[in-house]
């Protein structure tokens, strides 16, 4: 794995603050892993408690929207909008995660054909190393969407 050139706003097509990852820290052709932190003032905080821990699923996510967003910056394409589709075999160790810490997240792509991918995800806590959540992403993306959103914005279906 190679360190990410790339800013993850760049990565990403979504927009402050939503953008819940705070950088990829590595990629390459089949994986990527990212960083976040918990931190008062991001979104789905609480005070004393941090975050629930079903919002790793979107950091999963978001993982893989910014290894689809590396692959199309090397290749010089644009950026483009994905889905997710569904999840299999979620799990987390903690209700929780915890104020001041630091996670890795992992994604590593098991099936990829031209529009449809399934990742095989998972977020450690990075102090320690020990997993705090996995999954199985099934997630979508293709040109369609950008022109499915365009009509949605002005009026036709």
Known sequence: MKPCPYPIAALL???APMILLDHVTGTDTQSVEAA????????????GRGMPAHVALEWMAQACGAWAGAQAM????KIKLGLLLG?????????WLEEGRMFTVHASQNYMDNEIGVFDCS????????EVAAAQLTVYQSDQIDHLLVAQQSGQS
């Not at 090397?74 to 394409?77: I, N, Q, S, T, V």
């Open 123 to 130: 977020v450690t806590d990075t102090a320690s190393g020990a």
């Open 87 to 95: 999840t299999r075999s979620f799990h987390a160790g903690r209700p």
């Open 13 to 15: 097509p979504h927009k």
């Open 36 to 47: 976040v932190s918990v931190t008062a003032g991001r979104p789905f905080f609480e005070e």
């Open 74 to 77: 090397d290749a010089g394409a």
